[in-house]
């Protein structure tokens, strides 16, 4: 377990990015997409003043060594804590060229890891952040892989999105515990590809059964908009969840041992919806720039106001980059 103290008077902030696949390419200076990244990010430090920056997997695509080290170099330079998850892209060549990213990002001042076993994945580990000498939030990063086998199904695919595994839910349990035993009763789950309780979610808060196109970023921070019992539910629905398909039965352990609150995930590039289901927020991160396929508007970073409590508030932060398409 990695601690983080703060002892100033405001809230500890998080501020996460997510889904930022750029190429090496893409950080030549002049590059549209490159430059959303960075506006995007400098206008977040600069309105946040985060004190710990993660990213929730898809830097960039395995074996793209120029991106991964450009990456690093980039987000070094704002003498910020920052740390992240990796996606289905970053393990899309499988572990290899991951270890190497993550050999390569420890040499980085401002770099926050841990490696772990390496069965359980590249990127599984708590941070312990301190509020002013009280224990208050664990942040858990957790590794969702990239596709696994998966028998025929309807649609004729025999692959489908990976998960958690039992051995990273039990991993999870002992986390917890620890936790728990250093006084620390709240924490926040950050990983790629979405839990299966996502879909759960989706199907009680919203009155669609599947994306509605046609909803704004107004429709969901109003309490009409949404189910019975979800309406403080926000962000938009805009693109058909993709996870695996069946139920690892992470919901069911999070409820049963009460310490998480909160769990954000990427992977889905134009949703962004935030779901308190079961006693845990489900949250889809802002996507971060516009990298791989986007929707110019659902641009910025989340951003989690922390006091000695644990998570007060979730938010997202909207940053405009017209300019750049
Ligand atoms: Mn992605």
Not at 78 to 87: A, D, H
Not at 220 to 248: C, R
Not at 262 to 284: Q, S
């Amino acid at each position: 377990m990695i601690k983080l103290t703060d002892n100033s008077e405001g809230n500890f902030r998080l501020l996460n990015l997510t889904d930022t696949q750029l190429t090496a390419g893409e950080w030549e200076e002049g590059n549209p997409t490159g430059m959303s990244f960075r506006e995007t990010t400098e206008t977040l430090i600069e309105r946040v003043s985060p004190n710990l920056i993660t990213i929730s997997g898809d830097l960039s695509y395995a074996g793209d060594f120029v991106s991964y080290r450009k990456y690093a170099d980039y987000m070094d330079s704002f003498k910020i804590p920052w740390t992240c998850c990796f996606g289905n892209h970053d393990n899309q060549d499988g572990d290899e060229p991951v270890r190497q990213v993550v050999d390569e990002y420890m040499k980085h001042k401002y770099f926050v890891f841990e490696k772990c076993e390496p069965s359980l994945g590249n990127s599984n580990f708590v941070i312990l952040i301190e509020k002013n000498g009280k224990s208050s939030e664990g942040v858990i990063l957790m590794d969702t892989h990239d596709q696994v086998p998966y028998r025929l199904s309807l649609s004729g695919q025999n692959r489908a999105w990976a998960g958690l595994t039992k051995e990273q839910l039990d991993w999870y349990e002992k986390r917890i515990e620890e936790l728990e035993k250093a006084g620390c009763h709240d924490s926040t789950v950050i990983l790629h590809i979405p839990i299966h309780a996502y879909f759960e979610a989706a199907k009680a808060a919203f009155r669609t059964d599947g994306p509605d196109k046609s909803m704004t970023i107004e429709d969901g921070d109003s309490a009409e908009y949404w189910n019975k019992g979800y309406e403080d539910s926000f962000g938009v629905y805009h693109e058909v969840l993709s996870g695996y398909p069946e139920d690892e039965g992470a919901l069911a352990l999070m409820s049963r041992l009460g310490n998480t609150k909160n769990v954000i995930c990427g992977h889905d590039h134009m949703n962004n919806w935030a779901v308190k289901f079961k006693g845990v927020r489900l949250i889809f991160a802002l996507k971060t720039g516009l990298g791989s396929y986007h929707e110019p508007a659902l641009n910025g970073g989340t951003v989690f106001e922390i006091d000695e409590n644990g998570v007060k508030s979730v938010r997202h932060e909207y940053v405009d980059i017209s300019k750049y398409l």
